[in-house]
C-alpha cells in the first residue's frame, strides 16, 4: 500500500464507526460483458457489502452514521425515502444490529398494496420497525409530500428527545457529511484495489440519487489523486442546485477527515440522460441492460438504480463518449430487492 494510502485509512479511523459490512467489497472484470462492449469493463460489488443478503451502498455511509449514533448515546433513529427504499430498509435493519430502534417514514410514491406487501416493505415489516406512511395528497408534489415527511420525522424525534429518548436523525439516503464519508473511505479501498492489480481505471459509472455516494466518492477520488472520470448516472431529475450540493457535500467530507484537498465542479459529471420517464418508473434502456447483465455475467442489477446507471455505460460505450479499449468501472451500488417490488417499478423485464 502506498504511504498516501495508508494516511488516508488512518483519517477514517478516528471517526466513530461501528462495524456492519464485509470489506472490502470484490472487484474483478467482467470478461463476457466485456468482450460484447469492446472495453475492459470491471465491477465494484457493493451490491454485496452484506450485512444482511441485500447489501448495497447504504452499508458504508451507515457504519459512520450509526457509528455516530452510538457515540451520542441514541436509543432510536428515524429517516426517510419512498416506500420501497433500500436506504431505510438498510438502516432498520443496521439499526437492529446495533440496537436502536428503528423509525421510518415513507413516501408513497407508489402506493403499496396492504394485501401484496413487497420487497423493501415487507423486509420492513419484518424488521418491526415504527413505520409511518407518507400518502401523496392530491394536488401535491412528490417532493412536497417528502418534505412533509421531514418535517413529521423532526416532530417525532423532538418529543423523543424531549421525552428522555435520544433520537438520531438520519437524512434520505443517509447523504450527510458523516454518512459520504463512508464512501470517501470506500475509494480509498478501491484505490487499495487498483493499485494491488495494476489497473488503471478510466472512467467509474455509479447511480445517483440523494448525491451522498456521488460526494464521498469526489471527496476519496481526490484525496487519493485518482485521475478516473466519475460518471454519475441520476435516477430522477437534477438541476444545477444539486451539483452544487454534492460539491459542498464532498468538501465537507474532505474537511470532517481534516484534508486540505478541495473538489470543485469540474471534478463532477452528472448525466441525467438515462431516468425518464420518473424515479421508480421503468424504462425500455434500464429493462435491456438487467437481462444483458443477467445473461452475460448471470448477475443482476435493478430497475430503479443500478439498471439505469448501467444502462448509461452500455449508451456512453456504444456512441462512442467512451473509446473502445478504455478501462471502464461500474460500481454496483446494489437495490437487488426492486426486483419483487410492485409490477410497476419492474416494466417489462422478462421479455425474451
Ligand atoms: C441501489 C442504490 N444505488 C444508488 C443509490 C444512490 O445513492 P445516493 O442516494 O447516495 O445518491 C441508492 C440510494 O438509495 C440505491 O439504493
Known amino acids: 500500500m502506498s504511504q498516501t494510502l495508508e494516511d488516508a485509512e488512518k483519517l477514517f479511523q478516528l471517526l466513530p464507526h461501528v462495524r456492519l459490512g464485509f470489506f472490502p467489497t470484490p472487484f474483478y472484470k467482467l470478461d463476457r460483458l466485456s468482450e460484447k ?3 475492459n469493463l470491471y465491477i465494484k460489488r457493493d451490491d454485496f457489502t452484506g ?19 452510538k457515540a451520542f448515546g441514541c436509543e432510536y433513529a428515524i429517516t426517510y425515502g419512498a416506500t420501497q427504499s433500500n436506504h431505510a430498509m438498510e438502516t432498520a435493519a443496521a439499526c437492529r444490529r446495533c440496537g436502536i430502534k428503528p423509525i421510518l417514514y415513507l413516501t408513497a410514491v407508489v402506493e403499496p398494496d396492504e394485501k401484496d406487501v413487497r420487497a423493501n416493505l415487507l423486509l420492513d415489516k419484518i424488521l ?15 417532493d412536497e409530500a417528502e418534505a412533509r415527511s421531514f418535517q413529521m420525522g423532526a416532530e417525532r424525534a423532538a418529543e423523543l428527545n424531549a421525552s428522555g429518548h435520544p433520537c438520531y436523525d438520519i437524512p434520505m ?29 478510466d472512467y467509474i459509472f455509479h447511480a445517483t440519487g440523494t448525491g451522498g455516494t ?32 454534492v460539491e459542498d457535500l464532498a468538501n465537507e467530507v474532505l474537511k470532517k477527515i481534516d484534508s486540505p484537498l478541495r473538489v470543485t465542479r469540474e471534478d463532477l459529471c452528472i448525466d441525467t440522460g438515462y ?9 425500455e434502456a434500464a429493462s435491456e441492460a438487467i437481462r444483458l447483465l443477467a445473461r452475460t455475467e448471470g448477475l443482476f442489477v435493478d430497475p430503479v438504480y443500478t439498471g439505469k446507471a448501467l444502462a448509461g455505460l452500455i449508451d456512453y460505450v456504444r456512441s462512442g463518449k467512451v473509446p473502445q479499449g478504455s478501462n471502464v468501472v ?19 423485464l422478462y421479455q425474451m
Not at 413505520?131 to 401535491?140: A, F, Q, T
Not at 439516503?173 to 481505471?201: C, D, K, M, N, P
Request: proline share 3%; hydrophobic share 40%; charged share 20%.
Open 173 to 201: 439516503g443517509g447523504a450527510s457529511v458523516t454518512g459520504s464519508v463512508g464512501f470517501a473511505h470506500g475509494f480509498v479501498e478501491f484505490q487499495r484495489q487498483l493499485e494491488e492489480t495494476g489497473i488503471r481505471a
Open 330 to 348: 461500474f460500481w454496483h451500488t446494489g437495490g437487488a430487492t426492486a426486483l419483487f417490488a410492485e409490477q410497476e417499478i419492474l416494466g417489462d
Open 37 to 39: 462492449l469492446g472495453v
Open 51 to 69: 450485512m444482511n443478503l441485500f447489501g448495497g451502498n447504504k452499508i458504508r455511509k451507515l457504519e459512520y452514521l450509526l457509528g455516530e449514533a
Open 128 to 142: 418491526g420497525v415504527e413505520l409511518h406512511i407518507v400518502d401523496i395528497k392530491p394536488g401535491e408534489t412528490e
Open 275 to 283: 431516468f425518464a420517464p420518473g424515479y421508480e418508473q421503468p424504462n
Open 214 to 245: 456521488m460526494a464521498g466518492l469526489a471527496a476519496g477520488r481526490k484525496l487519493v489523486e485518482n485521475p478516473a472520470k466519475i460518471v454519475s448516472v441520476t435516477v430522477s431529475y437534477k438541476n444545477e442546485a444539486y451539483v452544487k450540493k
